[in-house]
């Protein structure tokens, strides 16, 4: 149905939108002169979807996560993070307010509308994916990963397009290390963050000189947690008996698993993320090889105790970025649990603790920045304001883009002591961010310019 | 990882994991060599079967009623899927067979997806299967070696239907020459259609038997598919008993190379099937291009 328009200037607009900016002009007008507006819109040039993506009343977000293949569990849990956020943010949600306190219905008062796109954890999927939001949406914010793999990819896709991304999961060194862009920015930590938080913990409960053997994807979030953790548990004199490096979606460990139980090693330390993580537990439980070797998780995946079971996952030492009994401790991790329940009826994951924290983070720098334009919202980002999180204070380091926050240190129970059936780890530390970081440039990063 | 104990495990390994290789891939065979349908909705209907199983495993806590019920479901699907869609196919070209057949693929995954989610589903050993078996230089998880014996009956019962009963000459007499059997009053296309559901069995009584080994997500199928392509190829494209001896070395070969270095396992398995196709291209147990 057409509506009536008038012509203003040459360009039609509606009778609504010419009435607005009437009553604008009319409003200008009549402000006091000292008054100071802030800066419109015009006075940037165009750059990557500005201003397009958000000259309308509302803004998209692209989300590309896997939906299919081997890391499907955790892109689902993500894209439960992300709606949810994306409906607190446009109804101004408390618990959005608390992260993001400007915040009032919409971002800058503009809805928020997004689309999901299958990634299936392949990085050019990926950046076709981003490319589509960018080009057909107009895109103001591109997101999504559980692979490192397509994480680093589209932060280059990213940087190149002056358009922000924000990785989903990635825990590789490399996301915000030698791979780092102007135009990303990751929640969760880097695996040398990991590794640092939880050797000390290991070799505290398991002793010191043990034998390692290792289970490795063969990809870079694989071969740089892996050095890591390798890194910092020798200062337990702990030693690596083997490396088992297997190809991201392997459905068949025995082969890897018979060399570990032919190596020796006193402990396994599992790398394996998603459904290889869950393969290959359960493959290594049916060998025998977890009655004889202690299993150790640096970087936890979503649902894996749930999908193992809590009989092969007690006393399991594993680091992660978000467990639900957090909320014990942190009052914002008590209202995303509730919010998350009432939405989907379960309980969130780290993955989905990640999407919300995500876009609860870069709609704050929008509002702080009071502009979309990208080098404002990511000088925001970069001046390094402290944001109340589901886990406590944290901030965005500018050097790296990195967000310092704690790494929690969590241990599977004995399924006697669970009191009920989500009930799987007791948090045995949240260790801070500050003492874990390692300098911003260790590996690497040296960041583009803003335009 | 080189010693003696460690070579004799691997050398082992490769034979249990060639095992289900071997079942999987001669259903692959068994309908390329029959219907010369490249079937690749092969490692949808392995996933298919392994989800019917564990839904019948859910009902009745029953191993042998799971193992039936994948393998039945299958089956049936295979006869449906002959019946209702192969069928047309028969007289179109090679690429229209693998563009349907990819097509039905997709649709099987993600009508799994739907109702299951992508969290893998998980079924226990039967009773009797559980633990480990010591077997003197190793041990070994029990339910893989009965796996082995488990395997080994089908593939002889496959083998014997195929080769050794008259179905199997009708069969076989049916690749040859269709017409002439057609008008000996045989329904050749029944024969096909048993023949599809057959083939289609295989995976999916593989699906469900390979359940306890490795949970499984709706795209389970997908590596199993490419891991028989190479199989049957190395072993020749139609040929029953070169997809088990195809299967039995690609297992080797993956567990053995894991010693030296495990990141070149499927790396290797892929130059010994570019080998195999340089210096012999029909496959090492392949029969002459079918017609």
């Known amino acids: 149905m057409s509506r009536t328009t008038n012509t203003i200037l040459g360009a039609k607009v509606s009778r609504r939108a010419a009435l607005h900016s009437a009553a604008g002009i009319l409003g200008g007008a009549i402000l006091p002169g000292g008054l100071i507006l802030p800066a419109r819109a015009a006075d940037n040039p165009p750059l990557g979807t500005y201003p397009e993506g958000s000259s309308g009343t509302s803004v998209f977000v692209g989300i590309s996560v896997p939906r299919t293949g081997t890391y499907a569990a955790s892109g689902e849990d993500l894209i439960k993070g992300y709606q949810l956020a994306i409906e607190h943010l446009n109804e101004g949600n408390a618990l959005m307010q608390k992260i993001s306190p400007n915040i009032k219905k919409g971002v800058l008062g503009k809805e928020v509308k997004f689309g999901i796109a299958d990634s299936e954890a392949k990085p050019n999927t990926a950046v076709q994916n981003l490319g589509k939001f960018i080009s057909d949406n107009k895109a103001v914010l591109v997101t999504g990963s559980v692979s490192s793999a397509e994480a680093v990819a589209d932060n280059k896709f990213a940087d190149r397009e002056k358009v922000i991304y924000l990785p989903g999961i990635s825990g590789s060194n490399d996301t915000t290390g030698k791979d780092c862009v102007r135009y990303s920015f990751r929640e969760c930590f880097y695996g040398q963050t990991a590794a640092k938080a939880i050797a000390p913990e290991l070799i505290k409960t398991l002793g010191k000189n043990k034998k390692v053997a290792y289970l490795t994807p063969d990809y870079t979030y694989g ?66 090889i977890l009655d004889k070797m202690t299993l150790a998780v640096p970087y936890n995946t979503p649902f894996l105790a749930k999908e193992v079971g809590a009989d092969t996952m007690q006393g399991v030492l594993a680091a992660t970025d978000y467990w639900w009994t957090l909320e014990d401790k942190f009052p914002l991790a008590k209202m995303f649990n509730d919010a998350f329940r009432a939405k989907y009826g379960s309980l969130p994951e780290w993955g989905a603790n990640a999407a919300y924290m995500q876009l609860a983070m870069w709609a704050d720098a929008v509002e702080r920045a009071k502009s979309f334009y990208p080098p404002d919202v990511i000088k925001a980002y970069e001046a390094g304001a402290k944001v109340q999180s589901t886990v406590g204070e944290v901030y965005f380091r500018g050097a790296d883009h990195q967000l310092v926050r704690p790494v929690i240190i969590e241990r599977g129970k004995k399924p006697a002591d669970m009191k009920n059936p989500d009930d799987f780890y007791e948090i045995v530390e949240v260790v801070p961010g500050e003492g874990l970081m390692q300098a911003p440039d260790a590996f690497g990063c040296k960041m583009g310019g803003y335009t | 990882m080189l010693s003696w104990a460690n070579l004799l495990s691997q050398t082992f ?256 398995l892929f130059v010994v099937m570019t080998l195999v196709l340089v210096l012999r291209p029909r496959g090492l147990l392949g029969a002459e291009g079918r017609s």
């Open chain 1, 223 to 288: 071969h740089t947690v892996q050095k890591s953790v390798e890194e910092y548990v020798k200062e337990g004199g702990w030693t690596t008996a083997t490396d088992q490096v297997s190809p991201l979606g392997t459905t068949e460990f025995s082969s890897y698993l018979l060399n570990v139980a032919n190596s020796g090693a006193d402990v396994v330390v599992n790398i394996n993320f998603g459904r290889d993580a869950v393969l290959s537990i359960k493959q290594a439980k049916q060998f025998g």
């Open chain 2, 13 to 268: 390994n490769g034979l249990v994991v060639g095992a289900l290789l071997a079942l999987i891939s001669s259903g692959l065979t068994i309908i390329y060599g029959t219907l010369g349908v490249l079937n690749l909705a092969h490692g949808a209907m392995f996933m298919v079967g392994g989800y019917a199983g564990v839904v019948a495993y859910q009902y009745t806590g029953s191993f042998l009623v799971a193992i039936v019920a994948g393998a039945g479901f299958v089956l049936v699907l295979g006869v449906l899927m002959e019946r209702l869609v192969i069928r047309h196919f028969y007289e179109r070209p090679a690429e229209d067979q693998i563009l349907v057949t990819f097509g039905l693929g997709i649709v099987f995954v993600e009508t799994i997806r739907f109702f299951f989610g992508s969290l893998s589903q998980s079924m226990p050993p039967p009773s009797w299967a559980e633990g480990v078996t010591s077997l003197g230089f190793m041990i070994y998880p029990t339910y893989r070696l009965a796996v082995v014996g488990i395997i080994a009956v089908t593939l002889l019962a496959l083998y014997l239907v195929l080769y050794r009963s008259r179905l199997g000459m009708i069969v076989r007499a049916g690749i040859e020459d269709s017409v002439m059997v057609d008008s000996l009053g045989i329904n050749v296309m029944r024969v096909f259609m048993v023949v599809f559901g057959i083939g289609s069995m295989a995976a999916g009584f593989a699906g469900i038997v390979n359940v306890p080994i490795a949970p499984i997500t709706p795209d389970i199928g997908e590596a199993t598919l490419v891991e028989a392509f190479v199989v049957v190829v190395i072993g020749g494209v139609g040929s029953f008993p070169g997809a088990v001896l195809g299967g039995l070395i690609a297992g080797e070969i993956l567990s053995l190379t894991s010693m030296i270095n495990p990141s070149y396992s499927q790396v290797m």
